[in-house]
């Protein structure tokens, strides 16, 4: 294993347990001890974890992964979402694409599309994801339209209010949301107060809305919420989704498509 592997593997267990010991780490990913204390280390000296006595905690009490660990995570469900998102998209539309793993792939999945190969544009993509922008900026059929504001680290999102400015001059066909939550109740949600801001006025800019969850984020409670759900259109979701939670969804008038 890698040590970029071992790297993203140690921080999932992390957030999904807590608490780590090194013996109970080296067991999990079949290597030594040794080798488990020295990823300790050094992901301590990055503000990733806090070292203890024999092991390590998650670094803070609202912990997030940036952006660049957590793309292994549900790979195939995310891919899954993705392509069932982008057949949603029809060509010479204007989308919105937040930030995020599993709009990445939706991004990845509408480069491919062959019906959007050519066109003047094929797709117009408006987006605060520098990532996003990078991927899609070497496809000449596509017209992609970066707003402004200060770069977030953890998701790779341009929040601020450079951002407003862009985003209250234009208008969308479908605005895609990744979010960190989704519920009936709640609605979608992020961990960050700013890039949710960011999200909610692309939600206003777009005649529809589409969110793209896995199924672990439904259900779910997060910080920052970014549009009650009666504002979603259609819920894009793997089909391990509860079926109770999925039921309840529907009945909020939402459409919801599983992969």
Not at 2 to 29: P, Y
Not at 72 to 89: F, G, P, T
Not at 169 to 185: C, H, K, S
Not at 228 to 254: C, F, Q
Request: with cysteine; glycine share 8%.
């Amino acid at each position: 294993m890698s040590r970029d592997a071992r790297w993203k593997a140690l921080l999932e267990l992390l957030v999904d347990r807590g608490r780590l010991d090194v013996e109970e780490a080296a067991a999990e990913l079949a290597v030594s001890a040794a080798t488990i204390r020295r990823d300790f280390d050094q992901l301590a000296e990055q503000q990733m974890l806090v070292r203890t006595r024999g092991g390590a905690v998650v670094h803070g009490v609202s912990y997030e992964l940036p952006l660049r660990y957590k793309t292994a995570r549900r790979a195939s469900e995310k891919q899954r979402i993705a392509r069932a998102v982008a057949e949603l998209v029809a060509p010479g539309e204007a989308v919105g694409l937040t930030g995020g793993t599993t709009t990445t792939e939706v991004a990845r999945a509408l480069a491919v599309r062959g019906d959007l190969a050519s066109g003047s544009p094929a797709l117009t993509v408006v987006t605060n994801a520098l990532n996003i922008a990078n991927e899609l900026a070497v496809r000449p059929q596509f017209k992609i339209v970066v707003t402004g504001g200060v770069a977030r680290p953890q998701s790779y999102e341009l929040i601020g209010p450079l951002a407003d400015g862009v985003l209250g001059q234009i208008r969308l066909d479908v605005a895609v949301l990744g979010v960190v939550a989704f519920d009936v109740t709640h609605g979608a949600a992020a961990h960050d107060e700013a890039e949710a801001a960011i999200n909610r006025l692309l939600c206003e800019r777009a005649e529809r809305v589409v969110v793209a969850a896995d199924s672990s984020k439904l259900g779910r409670r997060a910080f920052a919420r970014i549009c009650p759900a009666h504002l979603v259109d259609t819920l894009v979701t793997d089909a391990a989704a509860d079926p109770e939670t999925v039921r309840g969804i529907e009945e909020a008038g939402i459409r919801v498509v599983t992969v």
